[in-house]
């Protein structure tokens, strides 16, 4: 039986997002894998110069056009105008929509497939960018997604290409195969051990782009770091998959023996600061988005190495997302100064982790 | 990939900038990231394709650069000097229009200008089994590499096939025109 969709924006937010699942090859490391294609309507000008009338009809013909398609017949479509701000911004939190789109301004929309690993962005920087996101390690699998989605919207528009060129963008950064394929990965040892410049020196030494999460500009929080490729010209998907995925792999590796070593010289301060983070998280009584997700990498360390009695992975990718500013408030019911998210968000952590621990039957 | 700046040595310097939500990178090679006053600290730094492309045209004198910002996009009526400005282009047919500004840029970005990916269906079908066969090389290549020998003997079998369809297939076209 093929997943239903969820029908509004309720149910969307009541289901958690697949890639939170902590699933998927090398979830312990690798949180998840991302691959974006850009497109445009070949005969409407790129987002930022078209007429307000002209975004209403490609949202029109691409939403018609995506749910005529396999992939995201009985899909939710949102329209951006439509929904509340606060949800825009969950919908940025859930790394469904980006910034741009969640501005809710111009006739934007997003369509969520029946699969929700599968969405697709209308009347971003570009009309299209569909996007495949799934848990763990799975740059093959989120491809075939991706790909698949896109033959199948292929033949009801036509996209603007050029054979010297390929898929026209709006940014000529994107041109050729409008391709984005991204991983989220958590590198705690090599931060710890500090190893981590060389090894991102050595990434973009091949062609690969690396950023923080969360971060503004290059501020890394919670070690986690954004990898993609860099260039979208002079390389068919497969090769720029290939390379990201080669390189993805050493540094799983490298990561996996800075742990090791790290275990092995200075186990009991690592399960202490494991423990530690742990226990703030789970009796604080008020936090910063931030520290929650420090805190959570800490923990989410431990989990990797096997440090017993800690909550499962998928809690941690829960909290990641979930102690944002508007999933929190959107549970809450209602707006939040600052200083009062601190404390919702404090009683919502603790609240999770000891369902945790009565769902596992441990107590740590 | 070369650096963005002078077009010489390889990138080995890369920024990210983030800007009214939109994300660039930029890449250039060490020299040029010291003469501009980059360091690794200084990402902030507002540097984006629009200086980029005014690097470029350092070497143009002020009357060729002035005309090349009055070239226009027939179609959406965009002006070169917008585009160098805000590093977005107006159209698909704007990828025409300043192609001779454009591939220069392509090449500083990417490191390359050709397109070997994925086509549209609508395409021509020659231009789809031209790029398949294309995609086949590189396979072959890739087999090559990792000695798989047997699967290298198939791609080429492959890619034979390919192009004599694509001959005849041509030959066909023309005995009908
Ligand atoms: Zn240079
Ligand atoms: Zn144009």
């Known amino acids: 039986m093929s997943p239903l969709a969820p029908r509004d924006m309720d149910e969307l937010f009541a289901s958690p997002s697949p890639w939170l699942l902590g699933e998927g090859p090398h979830a312990e490391m690798v949180l998840s894998t991302r691959i974006r294609l850009a497109r445009n309507l070949d005969d409407v000008p790129f987002t930022h110069r078209a007429r307000e009338e002209q975004l209403m009809g490609v949202l029109a013909s691409v939403s018609a056009a995506a749910q005529g398609s396999k992939s995201f017949a009985d899909g939710l479509l949102l329209r951006m105008n439509e929904v509340a701000p606060l949800d825009r911004q969950v919908l940025v939190e859930r790394h469904l929509v980006s910034h741009e789109l969640g501005d809710g301004a111009r006739p934007r929309g997003i369509l969520i497939a029946p699969d929700a690993r599968l969405s697709l962005m209308i009347n971003e920087e570009d009309h299209l960018r569909l996007q495949a996101l799934t848990p763990g390690f799975q740059l093959a699998e989120a491809w075939a997604l991706a790909d698949g989605a896109d033959d199948e919207l292929d033949p009801a528009l036509e996209f603007a290409f050029n054979d010297e060129i390929g898929y026209l963008t709006s940014c000529p950064t994107n041109a050729g195969t409008g391709l984005r394929a991204s991983v989220l990965i958590h590198l705690p040892a090599l931060v710890l051990l500090e190893e981590i410049q060389r090894v991102l020196k050595s990434i973009m030494q091949v062609g690969l782009n690396v950023r923080g999460l969360y971060g503004e500009h290059s501020e890394v929080m919670g070690n986690l770091f954004q990898i993609s490729n860099q260039t979208t010209l002079g390389r068919s998907e497969r090769d720029s998959i290939e390379s990201l995925e080669r390189v993805t792999r050493q540094i799983i590796e490298t990561e996996e023996r800075a742990r090791e070593r790290m275990m092995r010289d200075a186990r009991v301060q690592i399960e202490d600061k494991v423990w530690r983070a742990y226990g703030t998280l789970r009796y604080c009584r008020s936090i910063h988005a931030r520290e929650v997700i420090n805190l959570c990498s800490a923990v989410r360390l431990g989990v990797a190495m096997d440090v017993p009695a800690l909550c499962p992975l998928r809690v941690l990718n829960e909290l990641l997302v979930l102690t944002q500013p508007a999933h929190l408030q959107r549970m809450h019911g209602s707006e939040l100064a600052p200083a009062d998210r601190n404390i919702v968000r404090a009683g919502f952590v603790r609240e999770r982790l000891a369902a945790a621990e009565r769902e596992s039957g441990v107590n740590p | ?177």
């Open chain 2, 1 to 177: 990939m070369l650096c963005q700046i002078c077009g010489k040595n390889p990138a080995t310097v890369h920024f990210t900038e983030i800007h009214d939500n939109h994300m660039s990178e930029i890449h250039v090679c060490e020299r040029c990231a010291e003469e501009k006053g980059m360091h690794a600290s200084a990402q902030q730094h507002k540097f984006e394709i629009a200086d980029l492309l005014a690097g470029m045209v350092d070497s143009m004198t002020q009357t060729d650069e002035e005309r090349v910002g009055h070239v226009q996009c027939p179609r959406c009526g965009m002006l070169y000097s917008s585009f160098k400005e805000t590093g977005r282009l107006g159209c698909a047919e704007c990828y025409a229009a300043f192609q001779f500004q454009l591939r220069p840029l392509l090449r500083r970005i990417h490191g390359d200008t050709r397109h070997r990916g994925k086509t549209p269906t609508r395409g021509s079908a020659g231009a789809a089994r031209t790029r398949q066969i294309q995609r086949l090389h590189d396979d072959l290549r890739r087999a090559v590499e990792r000695e798989d020998f047997e699967k290298a003997a198939t791609i080429r079998d492959e890619i034979r096939t390919l192009e004599a369809e694509l001959q005849a297939e041509r030959a066909g076209a023309e005995g009908r025109s």
